[in-house]
């Protein structure tokens, strides 16, 4: 196996990992209740979510490299 197929096979991992560390996020979003103030009630920072969101950063940092790497081509001189 080339390097390019390594680099590939990694970017395909690294996608498939961004996908599934995204769906494991929970929904920030407020609603109507975001209105009233209810939305200061049951915020609570858990380091569970903070873990979550390094990986979720670290795994598109890895995605986004391999993909400039592998379109601009600088491997397959």
Not at 14 to 42: E, M, N, R, T, Y
Request: glycine share 14%; charged share 10%.
């Amino acid at each position: 196996m080339t390097i390019n197929g390594v680099i590939e096979l990694l970017w395909g991992f690294s996608a498939i990992g961004l996908i599934v560390l995204v769906l494991l996020h929970s929904p920030k979003g407020d609603g109507l209740g975001g209105l009233g103030g209810q939305a200061q009630l049951f915020t609570s920072t858990k380091s569970a979510e903070t873990t979550l969101n390094r990986v979720t950063w670290a795994l598109t940092a890895i995605f986004m490299g391999l993909t400039v790497v592998l379109s601009a081509g600088w491997l397959n001189q």
